[in-house]
């Protein structure tokens, strides 16, 4: 790769907008040649930009391209010196014309990161499949182009690729002709598309499977119809495992969901949707060819609640087709516009137009909240609408904030202005601004419009503050008669140091025990809070319930307090609420109050040793599996850990024997079995029985399992290299290589330990996938194994980030953060990794603001784990 300096590759927000006022780009026609895929990947791929674009006459500009190397530079007819005008990350154009069309000629690589064009070699039969993931700018590692969302362009693809290989683009396939010369190789060409961003442009090429089906409806306003062509692509070697029909249904029901509560018709032509190897994300919306993780072809058993993800991660990139690929965000700051709306929509989505219904919002405050919340008090939280200065800031933005707190303020605001003006504010939006880019105040206005309210206070409280509410109820009571109920509102904002307490619609439920012993609703409150402290008037007087459930049915985004006596209720009683939303608004508050160290450690394991033997929801289950773990591995003092891990496995084990044959609920306490194991030889036993296949009926331990079980074999020095090569070629694929390389590198040996760091660090030519299970790896067994590599990170990690691509290395920095326990003894700020990292940060102020940010991040989670251990 050229030289070139990274101010280069971090595109600024005022260089866009620059640009954006010097030029408007017509099409793109891009040509692409992939005949080295097949034999000669090191050589890099050819590629070819055509542009016709206006600028201001005499200006000067750039194209982003980074790749190998540019051939040919040939703007309005003239070939320009190529030496002098690419410096490996752009491509100058100077002396503009009114009207201009510029050619380039280049090369590019083949990723193994998966950013650009990446290249996948099946371990199950050897078949060679690409695909390219371009957010938020990555297309330029493909094709040189005008990387930035709000300089949309008509783009026409052309593909030259093996004749026996199946190649799609965001347009429809026009036509396919082997080439005269080569008839091995022919030229795919496809559709002009619509005008659209850079970032949501797509090709696939390989020997992928394909599967069709279609969709018609009728389309409002006009009542006209609509067919829609749909496509599905997989792997050959896992299409026996791919269920498309049951994709294809889901694909129609949203289809027919989002025409009729946005009522614009899909303007994308054909809807494919491809499952994809070693993928950076869940999905990508690329119009008319969305990308998924092949991990959601479950060649494992899968659970119900693995499904519904999938669901939901499906309709979320469908509500994408309107949202952010009609109309777009001009630039990151409203990254929100987009993914707050889709990771919203998705999940209204799921609850309207499928059969999980209600569920789909329990999943939502299950997981989808906790995220958020653990997200907005880390220290680097920022506003829903974010200052996005660059891209390198842009790509630490796809977080909990932007997606699930942005969700859930969604859900408080259709709370606030209703349903129907939400969605008639929405189709406003899209036919208004179909095509093109917009800010918050697009949609501000619309809101405004169609809800009869002025929204720029909501807006201003809500999007462009950080931090979240606690919300404490406090009670007084005399004889089983409520005095006073009290709702006290606590907002600091941790970015600004201010206070700023936001306006909560929200519902206060009362429980009460029946005759039957179960916690039943008797009252509901609609409460409307604003400001540090409110009233509830209403409930003076009244018999004092058994619980008092503050934001009941999960309407606004707050961290809860329970006032005593509930509190008790709860910890005596949660598995008597019927209501799984409810419930799990319970757990989430004793979750929260776990990790603000307000509740033992210990107090949290006890509850859920005690209530999720109950729990009839495997979404809910495994959710309290998994916390109640962390609990225990972060949150819990060493001297105490041992016992209270025994104690939990000791009830998972049990449990595992006592679940229904075949269920959902005996697969995750299995798989909890499993996990807890890493950190245990109490019940590796039994897991040793299970992988001979002697365990509870009904319980199918395929590739998973059977890795999940090696893993904690492992981990515990119980597993040969020789044992773990032998399960490897008894079913080799590309999960089971990536469980193979866990599992090596999870052997407690010094010597594993050493290779793993170093292949992390040094070997480049590692995927995306197998750098991270070899980190995942190194991360288990004793903690004294990875002492030494402390320091050596902190000395690391600056050369790595300057070195290797934003995606890997964010990996490194991110899963490699070291962990540690509490030493008793040793004060908070005494600890031995919270002194270096504090060193690193004050020695490296001037460090890239994005790798910063995961430092500051991964302190910030060891002191809250450290705080909990040290009481
Ligand atoms: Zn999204």
């Known amino acids: 790769m050229s030289q070139f300096t990274s ?8 260089e866009a907008a620059e640009r954006s006022r010097t030029v408007t780009v017509h099409d793109y026609h891009v040509s692409l040649d992939l005949r080295t895929a097949l034999q000669d990947p090191e050589a890099g791929f050819t590629t070819r930009s055509i542009i016709t674009f206006s600028a201001v006459p005499g200006s000067s500009t750039f194209l982003d391209f980074v790749g190998r190397s540019v051939q040919r530079i040939n703007l309005n007819g003239r070939d320009l010196p190529v030496e002098q005008l690419y410096r490996g990350a752009r491509i100058s154009l100077p002396e503009l014309a009114a009207e201009n069309q510029v050619i380039v000629t280049a090369t590019g690589e083949y990723s193994r990161s998966g950013e650009g064009l990446h290249r996948f070699v099946d371990p199950a039969d050897g078949k060679i499949y690409l695909y390219t993931q371009y957010e938020p700018a990555d297309a330029r590692r493909v094709y040189p182009n005008f990387e930035q969302p709000d300089l949309k362009g008509r783009y026409s693809f052309e593909v030259i690729a093996p004749s026996e290989w199946r190649v799609a683009s965001n347009g429809a396939e026009v036509s396919v002709q082997p080439l005269s010369s ?11 598309t619509e005008p659209i961003s850079s970032y949501i442009t797509c090709v696939l090429a390989g020997e992928y499977s394909y599967f069709s089906s279609s969709w018609s409806g009728t389309v409002l306003p006009d009542g006209g119809s609509l067919a829609i062509p749909l496509g599905a692509y997989c792997r050959a070697s896992i ?5 498309a029909e049951t994709i294809f249904e889901l694909t129609r029901k949203g289809l027919d969901f989002f025409h009729s509560v946005f009522g614009y018709p899909y303007p994308f032509g054909k809807y494919d949707q491809a499952f994809v190897p070693e993928y950076n994300l869940g999905a990508m919306e690329n119009p008319g060819l969305v990308t998924f993780t092949d991990d959601y072809v479950f060649t494992s058993r899968a659970t119900d609640i693995q499904y519904q993800q999938r669901a939901n991660t499906l309709l979320h990139e469908m509500a994408h087709m309107w949202f952010g690929d009609l109309v777009t965000m001009q630039w990151w700051d409203d990254l929100w516009l987009k993914e707050s709306f889709a990771d919203f929509m998705g999940t209204f989505a799921v609850a309207q137009a499928t059969d999980w219904g209600n569920a789909s919002w329990v999943s939502f405050a299950n997981r989808r909240k906790a995220w958020a919340y653990r997200q907005d008090q880390l220290p680097t939280t920022h506003p829903i609408v974010a200052d996005i200065v660059d891209l390198e800031a842009a790509k630490q933005n796809f977080d909990g904030i932007t997606y699930a707190k942005g969700a859930s303020v969604l859900k408080q605001l259709v709370a606030f202005v209703g349903e129907d003006a939400f969605f008639s504010a929405a189709r406003e939006y899209f036919s208004k601004h179909a095509f093109g880019n917009t800010t918050l105040k697009d949609l501000l206005v619309e809101l405004s419009a169609a809800s009869g309210r002025d929204m720029s206070d909501w807006s201003e409280r809500w999007l462009q503050t950080s931090g979240i509410s606690t919300l404490s109820v406090s009670v007084t009571a005399d004889d089983g008669v409520l005095g006073s109920v009290r709702i006290e509102q606590e907002a600091m904002d941790p970015v600004t140091a201010r206070n700023a307490d936001r306006p909560h619609l929200l519902r206060l439920g009362c429980y009460t025990f029946d005759s039957t012993g179960a916690l039943a609703l008797t009252e509901s409150h609609s409460l409307d809070l604003d400001g540090a402290s409110t009233e509830v008037t209403a409930l003076q007087g009244v018999a004092q319930p058994d619980l008092l459930l503050l934001n009941d049915e999960d309407l606004s985004y707050a961290k809860v307090r329970f006032d005593d006596h509930s509190l008790q209720t709860v910890l005596t009683s949660l ?17 929260n109050m776990t990790r603000d160290a307000v509740l033992p450690a210990a107090s949290y394991v006890e509850a859920v040793r005690r209530f999720a033997p109950a729990e009839s929801g495997v979404g809910i289950l495994s959710n309290l599996l998994e916390t109640a773990s962390t609990a225990v591995e972060s949150f819990t003092p060493l001297a105490q850990r041992s016992d209270l891990r025994e104690e939990l496995l000791g009830t998972i084990a049990e449990q595992l024997k006592l679940a229904v044959a075949g269920s959902d609920l005996q697969l995750a306490w299995f798989r909890a079995l499993a996990a807890v194991s890493r950190n245990s030889t109490g019940q590796l036993g039994l897991l040793r029985q299970l992988l001979d296949g002697e365990g509870p009926i009904g319980l199918q331990i395929d590739t998973d399992p059977r890795w999940q079980i090696w893993r904690a074999l492992a981990a515990n020095g119980l597993a040969a290299p020789a044992e773990l ?10 999960r089971a290589l990536v469980g193979f390389t866990v599992a090596m590198a999870a052997r407690p040996e010094a010597e594993v330990k050493a290779q793993a760091w170093n292949s992390t660090w040094q070997d480049g030519s590692l995927s995306n996938e197998l750098l991270s299970a070899t980190i995942s790896g190194f991360l288990l067994g004793p903690e004294e194994l990875r002492e030494e590599y402390r320091s050596r990170y902190f000395a690391q990690i600056g ?17 490699l953060f070291p962990e540690q326990d509490a030493q008793p003894g040793l004060a908070l700020e005494q600890q031995p990794v919270v002194v270096l990292a504090t060193e690193w940060l004050e020695a490296n102020a001037e460090a890239p603001a994005a790798l910063r940010r995961i430092v500051i991040e991964g302190l910030d989670n060891l002191r809250r784990a450290l705080r909990a251990q040290l009481g």
């Open 575 to 591: 598995d008597r609420l019927n209501d799984p939303l409810a419930r799990v608004l319970c757990w989430s508050t004793l979750w």
């Open 725 to 734: 090569e032998a399960e490897l070629a008894r079913e080799s694929n590309s």
């Open 239 to 243: 299409k026996e495992s791919f269920d």
């Open 799 to 815: 050369e790595i980030w300057a070195s290797r691509s934003i995606e890997i290395a964010s990996r490194i920095v991110g899963e």
């Open 7 to 14: 101010q280069d590759l971090n595109l600024s927000r005022a």
């Open 182 to 192: 080569t008839p091995e190789l022919s030229r795919w060409s496809f559709a002009q």
